[in-house]
């Protein structure tokens, strides 16, 4: 019996701990979108102090190729839509894993606690 609960304990342990890769690699790509977010907001700052006298230019591969201002604040825009909605995105994953992981540790929490009574009940009979 305590080699079952053992088995089980095994798979629900791996299954714990592969919740936890996949919540450290959310987690590494939110910080990466919160990066993004923050240098999109200073370019968006930038492109509020131009006048439309300003010439500005976009970064297409290796040439500097000119843009409208108006063009390029729409694309910043779009952009930051863009990032906030990803990082809504991955707020809500983060919160389900969250959930997801504590029923994993309640589940490994009574498998230990069987496998320690099958194991005091093994050491009984003996």
């Known amino acids: 019996m305590a080699e079952a609960i053992q088995k089980k304990l095994k798979a629900e342990l791996e299954k714990y701990t592969q919740m936890q890769k996949d919540v450290s690699k959310s987690m590494s790509a939110r910080q990466k979108l919160e990066t993004q977010l923050t240098e999109n907001n200073i370019v968006k700052e930038e492109l509020d102090l131009l006048d439309s006298t300003n010439i500005v230019y976009k970064l297409i591969g ?4 000119k843009q409208e201002l108006d063009e390029a604040k729409a694309t910043v825009a779009k952009r930051l839509e863009y990032i906030n909605g990803e990082i809504q ?3 809500t994953l983060l919160k389900e894993m969250e959930k997801k992981s504590e029923q994993h540790r309640e589940v490994l929490s009574s498998l230990q606690q069987e496998f320690q ?3 005091g009940l093994a050491v009984g009979k003996v």
């Open 62 to 65: 290796p040439v500097l190729v």
């Open 89 to 91: 995105r991955y707020e």
């Open 117 to 119: 009574k099958a194991q």
